[in-house]
């Protein structure tokens, strides 16, 4: 396994990221357990979760994914300090989390302190903003006039982050939480919390997670470019995008306890002709070069430039195995370029 520093932190961390959101719906606790200790013993020591999970996320299972890590910690207390835990604060729109409010210096403090409990821990490694407050151009709103930029407050925004930051420095403080990161953001909110760490003297964001995958490279090449020059780790998450670059999905496919067979919240907006249609290139170049697809998906996202670590996720043992052992080699020059020439084929393919 291969470590990385996850930006401008003192935190080293491996390649994979084990991601957990089908913990406590698809998965339980059980599963986790056998998950995080396979995947320890392969050299993974970064965790990914966040407060909303398990998804598809509901209020019966809103922190079920977070108590479960909670439950193998308490169990196996000495491996606290192996691991590099990631969590994230849910932001506005769910009702059941904090009434549906925006995050706040305030309410990242009382997010903090509920993660704490259900991980049973006494400090999270890396804690991040799930989302933003304003809306962003993630989740099939990046197509031009998805959003209104104009209509933003620009100054209100700015005014919140700083409050958000200065909530979270006080967690920092408390030895509550060690670095602090995003997700789902954009150059422009990177830029800002960026700005207003340093006039402050506020905790520095040190990573930032977005989608990521051979159907949907638009953070290449600007946002990647800032991260690299800015010391901000990037952290690709659906690098199979959402198991479609499985082929598992093709000519309308839906197999028993697969996620597409679950409720989304935003809809299967991954699914499009088009998609479809560069899925089945990619895993008809696999299977010529005799690989299999979610090893060009993975191995293809973990080569490119600027990535720091690629969340990974799965559902069965098998997936996982073949997930993990998707880095062991890289890809030949020659699938390298094949995979260039399929990209300028189906470009924004969702």
């Known amino acids: 396994m291969k470590y990385v520093r996850l930006g401008s932190s003192s935190l080293e961390v491996s390649r994979i990221c084990l991601g957990t959101m089908t913990w406590g719906v698809q998965n339980n606790q059980q599963d986790a357990n056998l998950q995080l ?25 809103y922190g079920k994914t977070e108590e479960i ?33 925006p995050l ?29 407050n304003r809306q962003s151009p993630h ?39 060690r670095y602090c990161g995003l997700s789902d953001d954009t150059p422009w909110g990177i830029s800002q919390y960026l700005s207003l760490a340093k006039e402050h003297n506020l905790p520095r964001m040190v990573s930032i997670q977005n989608e990521f995958s051979l ?34 999905y093709l000519n309308g496919a839906r197999p028993s306890g697969s996620r597409w067979t679950f409720m989304q919240r935003n809809g299967l907006f991954r699914d499009t002709p088009q998609a479809h249609n560069a899925v089945q290139a990619f895993v008809d170049l696999a299977n010529q070069h005799h690989i299999s697809p979610a090893k060009l ?6 080569q490119v430039n600027g990535v720091t670590s690629t969340i990974i996720g799965a559902t069965t043992m098998a997936q996982l195995e073949e997930n993990i052992a998707a880095y062991s080699e890289p890809l030949s ?10 990209l300028k084929q189906h470009p924004m393919p969702f």
């Open 139 to 177: 989740f099939a709103n990046h197509w031009p006039n998805g959003i209104a930029f104009t209509e933003v407050n620009a100054l209100e925004q700015s005014e919140t982050m700083l409050d958000i930051l200065q909530g979270l420095d006080s967690c920092v403080k408390a030895g509550k939480i």
């Open 104 to 132: 706040s210096g305030e309410s990242v403090i009382q997010a903090v302190d509920t993660s704490l409990k259900r991980l049973k821990t006494d400090y999270i490694d890396l804690y991040q903003l799930h989302w933003p």
């Open 215 to 248: 159907l949907h490279s638009k953070d290449w090449p600007y946002l990647i470019e800032q991260c690299v020059h800015e010391d901000i780790a990037y952290l690709p998450w659906s690098p199979l995008a959402t198991g479609m670059l499985t082929g598992k």
């Open 333 to 342: 020059n020659e699938v390298l370029t094949e995979i260039s020439n399929i």
């Open 37 to 61: 200790d396979y995947a320890q013993m392969q050299g993974v020591n970064f965790i990914d979760t966040a407060e909303m999970y398990a998804i598809p996320p509901r209020e019966e299972t």
């Open 69 to 101: 890590i909670g439950n193998w910690l308490k169990a196996n207390p000495s491996r606290r300090k192996e691991i590099v835990l990631a969590t994230k604060a849910a932001g506005p729109g769910f009702s059941y989390i904090r009434e549906g409010s």
């Open 297 to 302: 998906a993975l191995a293809w996202c973990d």
